[in-house]
């Protein structure tokens, strides 16, 4: 048999020029005499570094020095020790906001950065540009900064909001008619369909910056048909854009009033018929249609639609149903009842 069959691994040579398997190692360790228990030791020592062990009581240290992993944050030498769950708050660094311009309108007074020395008239709000939903061109819109509690009321529940108007409320793109509110500018819509409601009021103005207001409700009345609202939400439009012709007071106003007015009155009807009010604003809707029935010289139904009003805010009651603003209602409803008693068609400042 081949002696290189018996060799399980080549092992470095002894001398130049000689190379011995692991059994021929052994057999010239071993051959000594008997007596040489030293070398025996050898021997086994040279058979075991052939089978690929080493003893443990050989293995030798290693050389190398202890190399230890560098902190992080490296202690300064005469920094004062933080607390590891400090140090933790410390690191975690609160994201910045972007700072957005405000701007207030002041009547007749000086102006400081964002604040008027004197009695500010009106809520802060912001410029924005925007990109249309409908057809992707850039729109100025003034969004409110903060929400304010208006302190009067008109006899139809106008709130006075200072320069911040209705038409404001209404985000108006120029280019193709597209309108609705600020929380609605986003919101998914049929396409196919508001383009159909859109093409029958199309109206590019080219020589005017701004649209007109009354103009920007009648683009919100056809988008929001398309968008398949019911009489109640048509309702509070309509009573927006009446507010907003006597804020505005553009040419023809006492004409878009009237055609607001009377939209106002079908819409809250309808809503009634429908039961669509919630119980806690029902008696609202009813002292609302009460002053614009008085408006249009209706004082028949204005008186019936005023003893509704407080009908409603009892039935509220009775239902455990907080209705707003009743603690004040009922000196609105002996105002309202002296102004129809007079025949006077005036709007007038709840008191």
């Excluded at 700072?99 to 009695?119: A, D, H, S």
């Excluded at 398309?226 to 007071?249: H, P, Q």
């Excluded at 008085?294 to 209705?323: C, D, G, H």
Aim: some cysteine; proline content about 6%; overall charge positive.
């Amino acid at each position: 048999m081949n002696r290189r069959m018996h060799c399980i691994k080549r092992v470095r040579p002894f001398s130049k020029g000689s190379s011995l398997c692991c059994s021929e190692a052994a057999e010239k360790v071993l051959s000594p005499p008997r007596g040489l228990a030293s070398l025996r030791s050898v021997g086994i020592v040279v058979v075991l570094w052939c089978m690929n062990i080493t003893p443990l009581a050989w293995s030798a240290p290693s050389s190398r020095p202890a190399t230890t992993r560098p902190s992080v944050h490296p202690a300064k030498p005469n920094a004062r020790r933080v607390a590891p769950s400090k140090q933790k708050k410390q690191a975690k660094a609160k994201p910045t906001k972007k700072k957005t311009m405000r701007t207030v309108e002041c009547r007749n007074r000086p102006k400081y950065g964002r604040f008027c020395l004197g009695r500010v008239i009106g809520p802060s709000f912001s410029n924005q540009i925007l990109r249309c939903p409908h057809c992707g061109k850039s729109v100025l819109v003034k969004k409110l900064r903060k929400r304010w509690a208006p302190n009067q009321f008109d006899s139809d529940l106008r709130p006075h909001f200072g320069h911040y108007h209705q038409k404001h409320r209404v985000w108006v793109c120029r280019h193709c008619g597209y309108a609705a509110y600020g929380s609605d500018f986003f919101r998914s819509y049929n396409k196919k369909r508001m383009t159909r409601a859109l093409q029958r009021i199309r109206k590019v103005y080219k020589s005017q910056k701004e649209v007109p207001p009354h103009y920007q409700f009648f683009m919100a009345n056809a988008a929001y048909v398309a968008r398949a609202k019911n009489a109640a939400f048509f309702a509070e439009l309509m009573l927006r854009a009446v507010w907003s012709m006597r804020e505005e007071k553009p040419a023809k106003a006492e004409k878009y009033i009237k055609t607001f007015r009377r939209s106002a009155i079908a819409a809250i009807r309808s809503a009634f018929h429908q039961k669509q009010f919630p119980l806690a604003i029902q008696h609202l809707r009813a002292f609302q249609i009460a002053d614009l029935l008085r408006q249009q010289k209706q004082w028949s139904e204005s008186v019936y639609w005023l003893e509704r009003s407080f009908s409603l805010m009892e039935k509220a009651k009775k239902a455990k149903i907080t209705p707003r603003h009743h603690k004040r209602l009922q000196r609105w409803i002996l105002q309202l009842q002296d102004k129809i008693a007079k025949r006077n068609t005036d709007v007038f400042v709840l008191k």
